[in-house]
């Protein structure tokens, strides 16, 4: 969770809140899968999600939407004492409006900066690369580099998916996890692994390679 303003400790479980929504969002066809959730002394204010489609307004943001209706709520047009959660980092137009109604603090999800950094450091890691050369299924080598890539992460929400095969769930091992069919699976030439870290809705496709036995000799077989 990131921050862009001053305020006292965030609370995750209204970030938790606002991408529960996003996602819900998403799920019902209704926008985008964002939204936003605005905060007063320890109590949700208002919600808003993201309505550009169904209300035929580029300006229906979850966070603009959410102020409008903590401001009609609170019967005002300044939100000082107020934070605001949302699900996603908030694109120009909703940081100004935050701005403009003074809101104290702005949280925000997982941006794909964060995405880039957790997916960077399982692509980089001689662990998980030489795992994935003898086709092992080692889903433990991939949470541990999640832990030290200084993405957030909420070690009990980690989803991982090898393929169309579920690996681990609420960062523990998924009851139909099947050792064999993921290990054949990686035997493929390519392969593909989704995590969801449940952190937002910041997101990154990164390629990467095994390292095999080969790859080692080449390159201790000489020097420069
Ligand atoms: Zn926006």
Sequence with gaps: MSKLTRSTEPNPEFLRHAIALASENARSGSGGPFAAVIVGEGRIVSEGVNSVTSTLDPTAHGEVNAIRAACKALGTFTLEGCELYTSCQPCPMCLAACYWSRLDAIYYGASDADAARAAKAIAHSALVKTAWAGSDPNWGRLVAALGYSGAAIDPQ???IWFGAL???????????????????????????????????EGSCVFWTTDLTTAYVHINADYSS
Excluded at 168 to 180: N, P, Q, S, T, Y
Excluded at 187 to 192: A, C, G, L, V
Aim: aromatic share 8%; net charge negative; with cysteine.
């Design 157 to 159: 929400r980690i989803d």
């Design 166 to 200: 579920r690996i681990c769930r609420d960062g523990g091992r998924a009851a139909e996890f099947d050792e064999l069919a993921a290990h054949d699976y990686l035997k493929q030439p390519e392969f593909s692994i989704r995590i969801d870290l449940h952190q937002g």
